[in-house]
Antibody, heavy 120, light 106 residues
Framework: QMQLQESGPGLVRPSETLSLTCAVS??????????WAWIRQAPGRGLEWIGS???????YYHPSLSSRITISLDMSQNQFSLKLNSLTAADTAVYYC????????????WGQGTLVTVSS | DIPLTQSPSSLSASVGDRVTITCQAS??????LNWYQQKPGKAPKLLIY???NLETGVPSRFSGSGSGTDFTFTIDSLQPEDFATYYCQHYNHLLITFGQGTRLEI
């Protein structure tokens, strides 16, 4: 059964760059049947899709975040990563990685999530 | 961008009740609508995909229906473990959006 696990710093300073990694086990990120996605949830708020990447490196990002985001794949480690720059307090959230099915564009499974706090 | 309007934002119910949540799109999205359950401190869990297809392993008391602009998510005979927040989600032209969520409370 596929599992995803996020890793990265829990605290980042304003204006800095957040780097998160999602390690995938129980399946390969080189599958043509899935995208690999990042989603976040600010405290007490709803879900916000950040962006997705396909096995061939094609990416698509939320328009409001696209200027600050880079999502990439590491096939050798079977993982994918998120970089988000120019952080502000508004970027404080739980960040989830998830597998996105290409046919239905639904997310399953999800990682457990990692809380990132932006504060000096 | 096709916003999703999910209602109600919160709902109180009792064990054994039947509850319905709606998700409305501003334009026709065919059946491209998914539903999730999220419990406090946990990642969301996929329940329904393509508007009406029950994800493997999800109890049959959960169901979804609709197409076009109006969608419905129903839980028949609420169980104690069903009290959670529910989200709809849509994909269109390389943009993914979630509804605002419905908090289902006892």
């Amino acid at each position: 059964q596929m599992q995803l696990q996020e890793s990265g710093p829990g605290l980042v300073r304003p204006s800095e760059t957040l780097s998160l990694t999602c390690a995938v086990s129980g399946g390969s990120i080189s599958s043509t049947s899935y995208y690999w996605a990042w989603i976040r949830q600010a405290p007490g708020r709803g879900l916000e899709w950040i962006g997705s990447i396909y096995y061939n490196g094609n990416t698509y990002y939320h328009p409001s975040l696209s200027s600050r985001i880079t999502i990439s794949l590491d096939m050798s480690q079977n993982q994918f990563s998120l970089k988000l720059n120019s952080l502000t307090a508004a970027d404080t959230a739980v960040y989830y990685c998830a597998r996105q099915h290409t046919k239905s564009n639904c997310f399953d499974p999800w990682g457990q999530g990692t809380l990132v706090t932006v504060s000096s | 961008d096709i916003p999703l309007t999910q209602s109600p934002s919160s709902l109180s119910a009792s064990v054994g009740d039947r509850v319905t949540i709606t998700c409305q799109a501003s334009q026709d999205i065919a059946n491209y609508l998914n539903w999730y359950q999220q419990k406090p401190g946990k990642a969301p869990k996929l329940l329904i995909y393509d508007a009406s297809n029950l994800e493997t392993g999800v109890p049959s008391r959960f169901s979804g229906s609709g197409s076009g602009t109006d969608f419905t998510f129903t839980i028949d005979s609420l169980q104690p473990e069903d009290f959670a927040t529910y989200y709809c989600q849509h994909y269109n032209h390389l943009l993914i959006t979630f509804g605002q969520g419905t908090r289902l409370e006892i």
